[in-house]
């Protein structure tokens, strides 16, 4: 009953969770072994114990509670005890998947509302398989999060992301990509500085990547993660606090962390037309970031009224399906060419011209 309680999935180091162990062994030591417990004992089942009898009764006790407490760990790991036969068969061919390049980033254009220009793209991952079919996120990127492999998962994703920024400036294409990095990536020591490098290996300028930090509700070592993002900053990259609104330490996260700028998560963006406390949530969120000097960006709007709510709070860079939805990298060379075509048609026969050439290459 006692030993389960110190479950190694607390935050708690392994050395407190030892000296605790070791805490509860010598109280059940102290009381197996007291003179009037083993009277009590004695009276209540008619046997006798000897001091050294009582101790045998506790190594009893504490193999058996040691023995349940590891066989629920053992049990937690088997594969079957945690995942689905469809969740195993994905988490089996992910790895290969991703070594093919069926694992790549779909990218959905953050719009400037006044001028009808494309200020950035978020990576977004989608698996298409060999016959087409798409997976969609849902599917695999919680699974491989809950299979410790969202970090592979990530690392590829950011790889693809950093040779299409490189393969998009070789057509003079200059659309900053966000890519998405959780907490636990941050904390990795060697993200951060893998992700610089490949910058500077494909020669693609550190401001042509974003990234969107998320999970921040996560942060237990504030320190590490500032440090992370204080080495992106100083790279040149901007950094966003994405969903912001829904962690509940969100400002304290956006007090202790240099972020550029805020997205606005998308649950307080599709109800504000009809919930009035989440456009008050959003008025409040749009004041935060420009008493702060901060970047913002709506993600999750739908249709062309919200987004004209947000043009009256002054949110002018909005994403979402009332521009586009997610799109293979050769597609956005046209998408971002359509707004300047009615001012220069020649525009428009130059980004036919690059889509070709990045469908080929990419």
């Not at 805490?23 to 114990?49: F, N």
């Amino acid at each position: 009953m006692i030993l389960p309680l110190l479950s190694p999935h607390r935050r708690d180091s392994g050395l407190l969770n030892l000296l605790a162990g070791g805490g509860v062994l010598v109280l059940l030591l102290a009381i197996l072994t007291w003179d009037g417990l083993r009277d009590v004992v004695a009276e209540l089942t008619g046997l006798s114990m000897a001091r050294g009898e009582m101790l045998s009764l506790l190594a009893l006790v504490a193999i058996a509670g040691l023995t349940v407490h590891l066989a629920r760990r053992i049990w937690d790991m088997v594969p079957h005890a945690r995942f689905s036969t469809e969740e195993r068969r994905i988490l089996r061919t992910l790895p290969q998947a991703l070594a093919r390049g069926e694992i790549q980033p779909h990218f959905q254009p953050v719009v400037d509302a006044d001028t009808g220009q494309v200020v950035a793209v978020e990576a977004l991952a989608r698996w298409i398989k060999a016959d087409g079919t798409i997976l969609p996120p849902s599917q695999f990127i919680g699974l491989a999060e809950r299979a410790g492999l969202i970090r592979l998962l990530t690392k590829g994703i950011v790889e693809h992301a950093v040779r299409t920024a490189a393969a998009w400036r070789e057509h003079d294409l200059d659309i900053p990509i966000s890519i998405n990095l959780s907490v636990e990536d941050l904390e990795a020591s060697d993200l951060v500085e893998h992700l610089i490098a490949l910058c500077d290996r494909h020669g693609v300028p550190h401001g042509a990547i974003r990234v969107e930090l998320t999970e921040t509700q996560s942060i237990v070592h504030f320190d590490v993660v500032d440090r992370a993002v204080a080495t992106l900053r100083q790279a040149g990259m901007a950094v966003y606090l994405d969903d912001f609104g829904t962690g509940y330490a969100s400002l304290s996260v956006l007090h202790r962390i240099p972020f550029t700028g805020i997205k606005l998560d998308q649950s307080f963006i599709r109800r504000m037309r009809e919930d009035p406390r989440a456009d008050a949530i959003v008025r409040a969120s749009v004041a935060i970031a420009r008493d702060l000097g901060l970047a913002l960006v709506a993600e999750g709007v739908e249709d062309s009224e919200t987004r004209d709510r947000l043009g009256q709070l002054g949110v002018s860079h909005i994403q979402g399906y009332v521009y586009a939805r997610p799109m293979p990298a050769h597609d956005i060379v046209h998408y971002t060419r359509q707004a300047q075509a009615a001012q220069n048609p020649a525009v428009q026969i130059q980004a036919v011209q690059i889509q070709a050439a990045l469908t080929l290459s990419l």
